[in-house]
């Protein structure tokens, strides 16, 4: 079984809410080690009468510091910490709901990217009519070349066979039309690219297909691939939030015959659901959750990377970026 | 009275369509003359028992062909012809729901820049809790450079003064972060020249402010916004579907009770009733509606430019570029 190591000193609801879903998850049978300051952690560990291993580390990376420098500066750091346990093989993956900049640098430092991976990447999971999307980059790399667009795909077609047991994932380029010839100068180049790639390429694909079950993995350059993302969670919402308020003007008998039926649609829109994003290209499994991850968010996270870990996720990413 | 000039061929539903909206949009006082082919639609008129004006224009352009050359290669299509009659001076403004791309290229070459614009600029008008926030550029230029950025600001600051009565409207640039110093190099050269455009630039937002109040006015190139512009589509109807769909469960009185409380919603996520984007940065009004617009969304876009004409909108983006 693998183990999972948690910055528990990560994400704006500071150590309990991060032990608290560490309980969770190690309940639900993920092996979890705790990596933050030893005191705090295990003073939350004796409120709930639990117990976790705990690895002891002293300093925290910030938000706004300067990831790759405070990763060098701070080898005491939880999120540092983290990572060297991956690389020396004491841990197989870990959990991070901190700054995602400084997550991102310690594995791309201390843990080190997967041969041939010229860009590691941050891949999100968006809910569809069908199965699962997995869009990326999704904000690693705001600026890239067409050849890393290309690893994307391979690395976003491992990740989709890896959980959502799709065979030969449907792979579409995030443009501004269907038809060939469309984008800028970046989207025609990476087409052509793509066309070659050992990879199951379906064409362009637009905006309203985080929507539909087009494709099974949406690429694009990281600036435009986060602001998708941001975009979808904004638009849905809004929609959401309307229709709620909306409800309020029903008799009391209806909306409480209505709310109910909500909550699956509520719950599969939420983030805390998925857990977070996948860090994609390194030699281990990063899973990146959320900055405001409640409990229950960190324990998804959790899952995620552990199953991930299971099932040979960074294998197979090596294995499709080395066809 | 502003006259507007309606390219009845263009859209996907065909003249039939045009010439019932703009039989309603006559009805509400807006000054339309129809242009296209004059049989089929002095057919549609006596259909109706109209009577409308109509300029003859033997030519198509199709969705499909290269539009500057076949403004070139048509000069009587219906969309050319419309915009003669802005340049002449028989109309104020232009809608057309064909080929966006050849209303682009008749406005930029029949009509014409005003002085100083780079690039004209397609405006968007999103629906928030607040007032409705204007999305440029949408699709217009893929690529862009940072001044071309600024001068959308100030397009845009102009659209929303003049429709939504805003005063000094705030301008925010979409990127992947909010503070300074995010996002690509374009962003951040941007990002440096509207902190000295006069603007009311309040810095960066993100995708998710398509739902906040909290700018007027969004700007960033146009391969980003248009994947902005039909994510927020995508998600929007998205939810809008699971919402529908769970309410299947509810009995059928409660359906009845709640259904009629979301059309109000329905209406205002609706792209019908916006009637369509508006093509700034040109001398005359044009309007470009969605390609497969209803009677109702060719009204919608006919009232929207006759508006827009009335309020001397071009002379506003004039000024404003000017500044």
Redesign the interface.
Known sequence: VARIALDAMGGDLGPAEAVAGAIDAAAGGVDVVLVGDEAQIAAQLALTGSSLPIVHAPEVVHMGEDPARAIREKPGSSVATCARMVRDGSADGFVSAGSTGAAMASAAIIIGRLERVMRPTIASVFP??GSPTVVLDS?AN??VKPEHIVQFAEMGAALSETYFDVTNPRVGL?N?GEEKGK???L?KEAYALLEAAPVNFIGNV???????DRADVIV?D???G??????????????????LA??D???GD?RS??LP??D??RR??DYEETGGAHLLGTRGVVVIAHGSSTRRAIANALRMASDGANRGLVARVADRIGR
């Open positions: 569809t009519d904000g705001p600026e995030l501004i984008g800028r100068v989207d637009e905006g309203r297909d985080v929507a539909t694009t990281g600036f435009t986060n602001v998708f993302l941001k975009t979808t969670e904004g638009a849905a919402s809004l929609t959401a939030r309307l229709i909306a409800l003007a029903a008799p209806v015959e209505v039926l909500l699956p649609i599969r829109m």
